[in-house]
């Protein structure tokens, strides 16, 4: 029997995952190995509800956004009973190691598979949050940015026309990457993220020494932050501020969705390739990232436990640029 290596994408989809499943696909053809690619993520490996995965069955896949592997938030991957039936499951298919394309939640489910029944496990990061320790970049996070510019690039003409402020929600319940990176983009007057504490009055004082030169005005909020979402933030603007009109948009799940970007295509065929080459080296436990444009291998522990810290650089040139 031919080498197996089970295969799922897992917890929220990033544009990309089509791109590296089909890394993964390719690099194992290339390698004499069967991949098969378990459909909703874990739900998939205790339903056995699987394809045996070939060449043609990921062509044309790159430039889809999406999971076509399906994907899902398993809460019954939370109980002990529920992992041993899946390892259970995953032996009796005549797979060895399992190449988890996903996030925090998802990396937490593959450690406690190795640790509580010596499954052979790696991870490859796929979230739009860019929130795990050892990688520069997650896959979809460079193309969730970019939808978050393109949309808030088309509502700075209205804000702009009518002398509006916006208040621009996106995503981010626990990191706020996605809100710095389009924030300093979009020229926002300001951005509130999850990581730093909120000063609303220094916000409303922002606002105020700009009414004279440009009365339309842009606030990203990352929808986990402290002081809350963009409705709270806009009734703050509004209470202080009667005579100004002020709107809300939340971007919503449009962050997830769409063709990936180049960088992501190119991170992705990157990562795949890398998760196959750690298998057949009999290497598990790890998640597959790069770091300095070069690919790296973390402890699945350490890229779970120890989360992605924003860059005070960053932070810096927020406040610089938003005067």
């Not at 991949?35 to 993520?41: C, E, L, T």
């Not at 990061?125 to 193309?143: A, C, K, W």
């Not at 009999?282 to 790069?290: A, H, L, P, R, Y």
């Not at 402890?299 to 406040?319: C, F, G, S, Y």
């Amino acid at each position: 029997m031919k080498k197996r290596i089970g295969l799922i994408t897992s917890g929220g989809d990033a544009p990309g995952m089509n791109a590296c499943v089909r890394a993964v696909v390719r690099t194992a053809a290339q390698n004499d190995v069967e991949i098969i690619g378990f459909i909703r993520g874990y739900e998939g490996v205790l339903d056995k509800d699987f394809v045996v995965m070939k060449n043609e069955n990921v062509a044309q896949i790159i430039q889809r956004g999406g999971t076509i592997l399906k994907t899902a938030r398993c809460k019954r991957f939370y109980e002990a009973e529920h992992r041993a039936k899946a390892a259970e499951n995953l032996r009796e298919l005549g797979v060895d190691s399992l190449i988890a394309i996903g996030g925090d939640g998802t990396f937490t489910g593959a450690v406690l598979l190795q640790k509580e029944h010596g499954f052979k496990v790696v991870g490859v990061p796929g979230t739009i949050d860019n929130d795990l320790f050892g990688t520069d970049f997650t896959i979809g996070y460079d193309t969730a940015i970019n939808t978050v510019v393109e949309a808030v690039d088309k509502i700075r003409d209205t804000a702009f026309s009518h002398d509006r402020i916006f208040v621009v929600e996106v995503m981010g319940r626990d990191a706020g990457f996605i809100a710095l990176r389009s924030g300093i983009a979009v020229g926002a007057e300001a951005i509130l993220v999850p990581e730093t504490k909120t000063d609303i009055d220094r916000v409303l004082k922002r606002l105020e020494g700009r009414r004279k030169s440009k009365q339309s005005a842009i606030i990203i909020v990352a929808e986990g932050d402290e002081f809350g979402g963009a409705e709270d933030v806009a009734k703050a603007v509004m209470k202080k501020y009667v005579d100004r009109e002020v709107k809300v948009t939340k971007l919503g799940h449009i962050q997830r969705g769409g063709n990936p970007s180049a960088m992501d295509r190119v991170l992705a065929g990157f990562l795949g390739v890398g998760a196959v080459e750690a298998v057949l080296e009999e290497v598990s436990g790890v998640m597959i990232g790069m770091q300095h444009k070069k690919i790296v291998r973390i402890p699945l522990e350490k890229a779970i436990k120890h989360h992605q810290d924003v860059d005070d650089n960053l932070l810096r040139i927020t406040e610089m640029l938003s005067v």
